[in-house]
């Protein structure tokens, strides 16, 4: 994977530094504050590099820069934005129980129906955008919240396990998630190597994935990582078996469809491991730490509704919700 293109002072001296010696990041002065970091494209884009160091890296970067000492610092700032701007417009219930409190969160999320759309309207164009901005975090599915393992014992241990195996594929790499991922990327024409199109997608669409690497990298947020996990799963069964209707609609065979498909199955199961035996086994010993559960929760639907919005606010003013158009859509079709 190639280094993105700058989109701001910050990620462009970021960018510029990566592709020299460890050890010559120059120190930055604070950069403007934002009340939406979300919308921030130098603070996304920055942070979204600085995460990648912990994933797979970049070609041209010397992996000793993922520890830098001047690229934490740098990145501890830039969280500590994005944080600040979280907690200043996210609502967590009183906590009852924790799987009552996730249920009443995720029920009451009211963002825009990005997978309503998708099955009665979209065009093929628009399906097309939408997998290009999940793939971001799609082709590294599971990854972020994989985390969360070494730091749980017994019985919420057992149940991310229990979870990340499924995401996994049991093992069979025909049937990791983030492989059936990239045949949907494959069977719409587009390029399905990780990556590869970070420079077409948005500020609220990195801030998503963002996120979940803020939360899995930090043992403080661990807490939150399991709550973000636990709304992922609970807000995931229904929307999939939209976007697999939609996409069928549009022409998608059985190959196209099958990431959603297999979802509104996993899933269904899945949020009830999620709310019951990694949630509410967590607090169940760390009683102290369910307002960090919800938050993360919380927090995972909050930025998933400002990214839908960003992009179905596009599409209803007819123009393209990515930076960089992809081909029109009369000239597309689902190869046979």
Same mark, same amino acid.
């Given at each position: 994977?190639?280094?993105?293109?700058?989109?701001?002072?910050?990620?462009?001296?970021?960018? /510029?530094?990566?592709?020299?010696?460890?050890?010559?990041?120059?120190?930055?002065?604070?950069?403007?504050?934002?009340?939406?970091?979300?919308?921030?494209d130098d603070l996304q884009l920055a942070l979204w590099v600085l995460y990648?160091?912990?994933?797979?890296?970049?070609?041209?970067?010397?992996?000793?820069?993922?520890?830098?000492?001047?690229?934490?610092?740098?990145?501890?700032?830039?969280?500590?934005?994005?944080?600040?701007?979280?907690?200043?417009?996210?609502?967590?219930?009183?906590?009852?129980?924790?799987?009552?409190?996730?249920?009443?969160?995720?029920?009451?999320? #009211?963002?825009?129906?990005?997978?309503?759309?998708?099955?009665?309207?979209?065009?093929?164009? /628009?399906?097309?955008?939408?997998?290009?901005?999940?793939?971001?975090?799609?082709?590294?599915?599971?990854?972020?919240?994989?985390?969360?393992?070494?730091?749980?014992?017994?019985?919420?241990?057992?149940?991310?396990?229990?979870? /990340?195996?499924d995401e996994y594929g049991g093992g069979r790499v025909e049937r990791m998630?983030?492989?059936?991922?990239?045949?949907?990327?494959?069977?719409?024409?587009?390029? @399905?190597?990780?990556? #590869?199109?970070?420079?077409?997608?948005?500020?609220?669409?990195?801030?998503?994935?963002?996120?979940?690497?803020?939360?899995?990298?930090?043992?403080?947020?661990?807490?939150?990582?399991?709550?973000?996990?636990? @709304?992922?799963?609970?807000?995931?069964?229904?929307?999939?078996?939209?976007?697999?209707?939609?996409?069928?609609?549009?022409g998608g065979d059985a190959d196209a469809t099958r990431f959603y498909d297999?979802?509104?199955?996993?899933? @269904?199961?899945?949020? /009830?491991?999620?709310?019951?035996?990694?949630?509410?086994?967590?607090?169940?010993?760390?009683?102290?730490? @369910?307002?960090?559960?919800?938050?993360?929760?919380?927090?995972?639907?909050?930025?998933?509704?400002?990214?839908?919005?960003?992009?179905?606010?596009?599409?209803?003013?007819?123009?393209?919700?990515?930076?960089?158009?992809?081909?029109?859509?009369?000239?597309?079709?689902?190869?046979?």
């Amino acid at each position: 994977m190639r280094l993105p293109e700058p989109r701001g002072g910050v990620s462009e001296a970021l960018v /510029q530094a990566l592709t020299g010696s460890p050890g010559s990041f120059a120190r930055l002065a604070p950069a403007a504050h934002t009340d939406e970091p979300w919308l921030d494209d130098d603070l996304q884009l920055a942070l979204w590099v600085l995460y990648e160091l912990h994933y797979r890296g970049f070609d041209e970067v010397d992996p000793d820069w993922d520890w830098d000492p001047e690229l934490i610092r740098l990145r501890a700032g830039l969280e500590a934005r994005f944080l600040d701007g979280l907690r200043a417009v996210v609502t967590i219930p009183d906590e009852r129980s924790v799987p009552t409190a996730l249920t009443a969160l995720t029920s009451a999320d #009211a963002g825009p129906s990005m997978s309503r759309f998708l099955q009665r309207k979209a065009t093929l164009g /628009q399906f097309r955008e939408f997998v290009v901005h999940r793939s971001v975090y799609h082709l590294k599915e599971a990854d972020p919240h994989s985390w969360g393992i070494p730091r749980l014992g017994g019985r919420p241990k057992a149940a991310l396990i229990e979870i /990340q195996a499924d995401e996994y594929g049991g093992g069979r790499v025909e049937r990791m998630h983030s492989e059936l991922f990239r045949t949907t990327m494959e069977r719409l024409d587009l390029d @399905a190597g990780y990556g #590869a199109y970070v420079d077409h997608v948005s500020a609220p669409t990195l801030a998503t994935s963002n996120l979940m690497s803020l939360f899995g990298l930090h043992r403080r947020w661990l807490p939150a990582l399991l709550g973000h996990l636990a @709304a992922f799963e609970m807000t995931s069964s229904l929307p999939n078996r939209r976007y697999a209707n939609g996409l069928r609609r549009l022409g998608g065979d059985a190959d196209a469809t099958r990431f959603y498909d297999e979802h509104v199955t996993a899933d @269904a199961v899945h949020e /009830q491991i999620a709310a019951h035996d990694l949630c509410g086994g967590y607090v169940a010993e760390h009683p102290d730490q @369910a307002r960090d559960v919800l938050f993360g929760a919380a927090c995972g639907l909050q930025l998933d509704a400002f990214a839908a919005e960003w992009i179905l606010d596009r599409w209803e003013n007819g123009t393209t919700a990515l930076r960089r158009p992809l081909a029109p859509d009369d000239t597309l079709a689902i190869p046979a």
